[in-house]
């Protein structure tokens, strides 16, 4: 069994080598998801309906900041999140009165129970499993009593990095639904809705959440 220094190891190096590919793949990934015509997730929909008005949102790792320029247009005081710069600087350009911030979705510079809701499509993916139970737990601190969460997870039950295809070198943490229901509750979080959905914003099968926090 590998050490706790080679677990660690091995953790940063994955988390690293994703953010890598993001650097250097900026533009294609722009091509994808920052050119097309927005269509707004159906459970991003689903999640806004739940939220107070004039919410206070993060968009966790962000992309190219379209649902969080959806969400600044519904009254929402959102910021913007994620540790591509290259995607950070395309999504200021098309909204230049949303904030946008560089940061790690393992280290969030943001004040204890300062949120009404956080939303994460398909970004929490990227964090290896062992990492995911603290990274929930501290999401359930930065909300307030009853705040949200909104997300988006691959489905599946063999985690690693993408070889081949579109933006290869990536890691997917890939779930369970019972499995990420559990991390979740464990942290703190309510589980109001949890789907498997296939082929809708994404392909392939994924889970959309929503949970409360308790
Ligand atoms: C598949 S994209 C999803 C982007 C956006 N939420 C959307 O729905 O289009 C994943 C995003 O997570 C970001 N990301 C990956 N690992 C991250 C980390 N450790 N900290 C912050 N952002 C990260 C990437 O830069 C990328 O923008």
Redesign the pocket.
């Known amino acids: 069994m590998a050490d706790r220094s080679t677990t660690h190891h091995t953790i940063t190096h994955v988390?690293a080598q994703?953010?890598r590919i993001?650097e250097k793949h900026a533009e294609i990934f722009l091509q994808q998801?920052g050119r097309k015509k927005y269509k707004r997730p159906a459970l991003l929909k689903e999640w806004v309906a739940l939220l107070p008005s004039r919410a206070v949102v993060l968009?966790l790792?962000?992309?190219?900041g379209?649902?969080t320029r959806y969400l600044a247009t519904l009254g929402h005081r959102v910021v913007g999140?994620?540790?591509?710069m290259p995607?950070l600087r395309f999504a200021r350009r098309r909204s230049a009165s949303v904030p946008f911030v560089l940061?790690?979705?393992?280290a969030l510079p943001i004040r204890v129970s300062a949120l009404d809701g956080i939303w994460a499509?398909?970004?929490l993916i990227?964090?290896p499993k062992k990492t995911v139970p603290s990274v929930f737990a501290a999401l359930h601190r930065l909300v307030k009593p009853e705040g949200l969460l909104g997300g988006t997870f691959t489905f599946g039950s063999n985690s690693r990095i993408k070889q081949g295809g579109w933006m290869a070198g990536r890691y997917f943490a890939r779930w369970k639904k019972d499995e990420l229901a559990r991390a979740l509750a464990r942290a703190g979080w309510q589980v109001l809705s949890i789907r498997v959905v296939t082929n809708q914003e994404r392909k392939g099968r994924w889970i959309n959440v929503i949970a409360r926090r308790n």
């Open positions: 988390v994703t953010l993001y998801w968009d790792g962000c992309g190219a379209q649902d999140l994620d540790r591509t995607l940061a790690d979705m393992r499509a398909a970004s990227h964090l």
